[in-house]
């Protein structure tokens, strides 16, 4: 297809923008685009477009990779302003007529010259802002030109001409097997820590991005799925993400993890159908949320890995790599029981029974110093492919997503008329192609938790968080149910007449039949024999806390209708927690309400030792009488 281009002046790096930059994989330029490529109507029409045309201009963001402290926040007003510009010149476009827009002079003189200008007294200002705290950048005056591609046919394709196209599938049977992973090496740390943040059933969607673009409603001009974290948006401060509440099992984990959502080209009407970030800007369709969602951090094939420092900023993939290159494109594309094939620039077309597999790799090198950096690339880095990292940079866990997604194959023949075309949201420019796919992390571990996962790493063990929790905290639960058993155990070996009593076994077994009444005095003393138990046993569980009455019932005999709760569950005091918890459980089961004992052991001690001791004495005396008799 021709398009009819007209070129301006460009710096030394150009970057396709329209709507851009959000940068998310190759610059740290925060732009805006209130771009309106399509707005699927609920027929599945295109009721907004602007027939294909984008505006690409120099990516700012991504020369300034070295940026005061103190320039900061001025600097980042200005890239803002940049943003609006280009969004302002979009809206102008979506106004054009069809006419208007293969004008050459009408959209120079209407849009491209007043952009160039107002760009350029923004460029000179964040020089300026550079320059007063440290060394002035050369050459950025020479960004500020665009350049407007307007093609003289109408595009075809998903969301309104802006893609996907049928020529962005391909059928992963076809593919060969292409994954190599690199040989772990003497020392390699092996273990794997996994997190489980849910799927965002909690339907967390903004088109905010924290990372590149803090402050900036709309920084990303496409809708995340947000899991993890659920205070991320534009304006979270650190505080704010550090005091969030969190989807992880491990409420130690509150870990911001997102990534641009997944659609279906059908027509639905999503809540930002007319939104930006959503319809306004060609992101049009169903939002399909993820059928599974695997967080698995892992190790380093040559040595140990070190802890990541709290609230490290990654970012993985480029949004911008269907125009920038595949230099930082990383997110990749495969199928459930074909995942030894993957994909960078094509979406999978699986068999039936299969689903979309999406996974991001992310960087596994820190440079030791940083959690962010200027272009929000160079604190980090990938490993080299013998898993090396570069000099100056440290091992860290890698962050592994995996994105499971049931949809079908759609339907290439007919444009996805049976079965609907899916892409990932993306700028317009970027006509939703999957090399354009990118993932964001931000680490808001607890440093103990973190801790765990980098010994679960170096130690070669494979460990679920969600898991963790409560191994630590056993340990310090007060075990107070056994203090007060101390006396018997203090004063049975006292007893002149105990070694005497397997002389006597059977003696009170008659009283068994009596309901119960004089059992416990003979079984109490032994159950409350610390020596005899498992110290196993006396952890507090989730059954039987520290803080709660121990429960007693009788574990084998099934309680009937004839006999009261009450005495099914004086019936027999049990010799241990774990055969207590037994009794309990069948108790329930049987629609039966187990005997608490009132208080704690400590009072059952009291109560139960008096008639312990009486028995004691009558066996004694009874031994005492046959032994007279004997001599006699």
Same mark, same amino acid.
Request: proline fraction near 6%; aromatic fraction near 6%.
């Given at each position: 297809m021709r398009r009819n281009t007209r070129r301006r002046p460009t710096g030394p790096r150009r970057a396709t923008f329209a709507a851009v930059a959000l940068i998310l994989g190759g610059g740290g330029l925060v732009t805006t685009n209130i771009y309106a490529s399509a707005t699927e109507g609920g027929d599945g029409t295109s009721a907004q477009q602007n027939g294909g045309a984008t505006i690409d201009c120099p990516d700012v963001g991504a020369e300034l990779t070295e940026v005061p402290d103190a320039a900061r926040t001025d600097v980042d007003n200005e890239l803002a302003a940049l943003d609006g510009q280009i969004a302002e010149a979009y809206q102008q476009?979506?106004?054009?007529?069809?006419?208007?827009?293969?004008?050459?002079?009408?959209? !120079?003189?209407?849009?491209?010259?007043? $952009?160039?200008?107002?760009?350029?007294?923004?460029i000179e200002r964040i020089a300026v802002a550079i320059g007063n705290a440290g060394q002035r950048p050369e050459g950025l005056e020479a960004l500020a030109g665009c350049e407007l591609s307007v093609p003289e046919e109408q595009p075809e394709g998903g969301q309104g001409g802006n893609g996907p196209v049928a020529a962005d599938f391909a059928d992963i049977t076809t593919i060969q097997p292409n994954v190599q992973a690199p040989a772990a090496q003497e020392g390699a740390s092996r273990g794997t820590f996994?997190?489980?943040?849910?799927?965002?059933?909690?339907?967390?969607?903004?088109?905010?991005?924290?990372?590149?673009?803090?402050?900036?409603?709309?920084?990303?001009?496409?809708?995340?799925?947000?899991?993890?974290? %659920?205070?991320?948006?534009?304006?979270?401060?650190?505080?704010? $993400?550090?005091?969030?509440?969190?989807?992880?099992?491990?409420?130690?984990?509150?870990?911001?993890?997102?990534?641009?959502?997944?659609? $279906? %080209?059908?027509?639905?009407?999503?809540?930002?159908?007319?939104?930006?970030?959503?319809?306004?800007?060609?992101?049009?369709?169903?939002?399909?949320?993820?059928?599974?969602?695997?967080?698995?951090?892992?190790?380093?094939?040559?040595?140990?890995?070190?802890?990541?420092?709290?609230?490290?900023?990654?970012?993985?993939? !480029?949004?911008?790599?269907?125009?920038?290159?595949?230099?930082?494109?990383?997110?990749?594309?495969?199928?459930t029981g074909f995942e030894d094939r993957q994909l960078k620039d094509k979406y999978p077309l699986c068999p039936e029974g299969s689903d979309v597999v999406r996974t991001f790799k992310f960087q596994s090198c820190w440079d030791g110093r940083n959690i962010d950096s200027a272009n929000h690339r160079t604190h980090v880095a990938f490993a080299a492919a013998d898993g090396s990292c570069p000099?100056?940079?440290?091992?860290?866990?890698?962050?592994?997503?995996?994105?499971?997604? !049931?949809?079908?194959?759609?339907?290439?023949? !007919?444009g996805g008329r049976t079965n609907p075309l899916f892409a990932v949201d993306s700028f317009p420019e970027q006509l939703h192609k999957p090399v354009t796919d990118h993932g964001d992390f931000i680490n808001v571990f607890d440093e103990d938790l973190m801790r765990e996962m980098v010994d679960c790493i170096n130690e070669g063990r494979q460990c679920d968080g969600g898991a963790l929790p409560e191994e630590p905290q056993q340990p310090e639960e007060p075990q107070q149910p056994e203090e007060p058993q101390e006396p018997e155990q203090s004063q049975q070996p006292g007893e002149p007449q105990e070694p005497e009593q397997p002389e006597e076994p059977q003696n009170p077994e008659p009283s068994g039949d009596d309901g119960g009444q004089t059992e416990p005095a003979t079984e109490a003393p032994p159950a409350a024999t610390p020596s005899t138990e498992d110290p196993a046993d006396d952890t507090p569980t989730a059954d039987a806390p520290a803080d709660r009455p121990k429960t007693y019932a009788t574990p084998s005999p099934t309680p009937t209708a004839e006999a009261p709760a009450e005495e099914v569950g004086t019936a027999t005091a049990t010799p241990t927690q774990s055969q207590a918890a037994v009794g309990a459980d069948q108790s329930q089961a049987n629609g039966t309400a187990?005997?608490?004992?009132?208080?704690?052991?400590?009072?059952?001690?009291?109560?139960?030792?008096?008639a312990a001791a009486g028995s004691v004495l009558v066996i004694a005396g009874i031994v005492l009488l046959r032994r007279i008799g004997r001599r006699a």
């Open positions: 476009l979506r106004a054009a007529t069809p006419e208007q827009r293969q004008d050459t002079g009408f959209t !120079d003189g209407s849009i491209m010259n007043p $952009l160039e200008e107002k760009r350029g007294a923004t996994t997190s489980s943040c849910g799927v965002n059933e909690n339907g967390l969607f903004n088109s905010d991005n924290v990372i590149v673009a803090p402050g900036v409603s709309n920084g990303a001009h496409h809708f995340h799925d947000y899991i993890g974290n %659920q205070a991320n948006d534009a304006f979270a401060s650190d505080e704010d $993400l550090a005091a969030a509440d969190t989807s992880c099992e491990n409420q130690g984990d509150k870990s911001s993890y997102y990534w641009p959502v997944l659609r $279906l %080209q059908n027509g639905t009407q999503e809540q930002d159908a007319d939104a930006p970030g959503g319809g306004i800007e060609g992101n049009a369709g169903e939002i399909v949320t993820p059928k599974e969602v695997t967080l698995t951090f892992q190790g380093s094939p040559t040595g140990d890995v070190t802890a990541m420092p709290r609230l490290l900023r990654i970012i993985t993939g !480029d949004a911008k790599a269907f125009v920038n290159g595949t230099a930082n494109a990383n997110a990749s594309w495969s199928c000099g100056g940079f440290q091992a860290i866990p890698q962050l592994v997503q995996r994105i499971v997604y !049931d949809v079908d194959a759609p339907s290439l023949d !007919d187990p005997q608490t004992v009132g208080g704690s052991l400590a009072d059952t001690g009291a109560k139960l030792w008096p």
